[in-house]
């Protein structure tokens, strides 16, 4: 990673148009929500929508959200090719409003700088039902990855940083889960660490 512009991310998923840089869900949301029962859901950062049409897929209404054209050019493709229904959406994760109520709101690996998460964080969170689910994860500061710049080390996360952006949530779990080998699910291996947080909106009983 170099920077944290739209034009940097057209360039990354331009580059992988012929073929995602990996296939398939994230293996959290796989086990996450394998067997739950479908609703809606909000997709911040989706890239080329791996996650939204693996949703989608499973009776999941989607919406995914990424600012580079790039990558919802890709999800419409791969959404297209998979038969998968997911309306897609050109903005800015850190400003970008949610409209109406989601039973499911996720992001993964969208790596903001903290004002810009916490942004993003506060309005996944008020876009959630009561009792609804947010699914986060992101590189943890634990390894930070080689050649990554002062700006980019800025947006790896810690469990403690991301529990507090989420106050008011119901903290299910937060941990630091740490990559093997990488596996067929598994596009964020390589060694590096994740922060994972699974969180409840309050209320629904
Ligand atoms: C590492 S990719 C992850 C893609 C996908 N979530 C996944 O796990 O495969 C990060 C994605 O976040 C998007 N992104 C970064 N900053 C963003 C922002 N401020 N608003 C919307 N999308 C952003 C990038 O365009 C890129 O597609």
């Known amino acids: 990673m170099t920077g944290d512009s739209d034009r940097y991310w057209d360039e990354v998923w331009e580059a992988g148009a012929q073929g995602s840089p990996h296939d398939g869900a994230d293996a959290l949301l796989v086990a996450e929500l394998a067997g739950m029962e479908p609703g809606r859901a909000l997709d911040m950062g989706c890239g080329d929508g ?20 790039k990558a919802v050019q890709a999800g419409r493709r791969n959404a297209d090719a998979a038969g998968a229904a997911v309306e897609f959406i050109v903005a800015d ?8 109520s989601y039973d499911l709101v996720a992001s993964f690996y969208i790596q903001l700088p903290p004002v810009q998460r916490a942004a993003m964080l506060s309005r996944m969170r008020a876009a959630l039902r009561p009792g609804g689910m947010l699914l986060f994860a992101s ?26 952006e989420l106050g008011g949530m119901e903290i299910e779990r937060a941990l630091v889960v740490e990559h093997g080998e990488p596996s067929e699910h598994d596009a964020h291996g390589h060694g590096l660490n994740s922060t994972v947080v699974i969180a409840r909106a309050r209320g629904g009983g």
């Open 93 to 100: 994760a850190a400003t970008y409003r949610p409209q109406g």
């Open 139 to 164: 590189h943890d500061r634990s390894t930070p990855p080689p050649g990554w710049s002062k700006d980019d080390l800025a947006t790896l996360t810690s469990v403690d940083e991301v529990v507090a």
């Open 50 to 69: 791996s996650n939204a049409v693996w949703l989608a897929e499973r009776g999941w209404r989607v919406t995914a959200v990424d600012f580079s054209r």
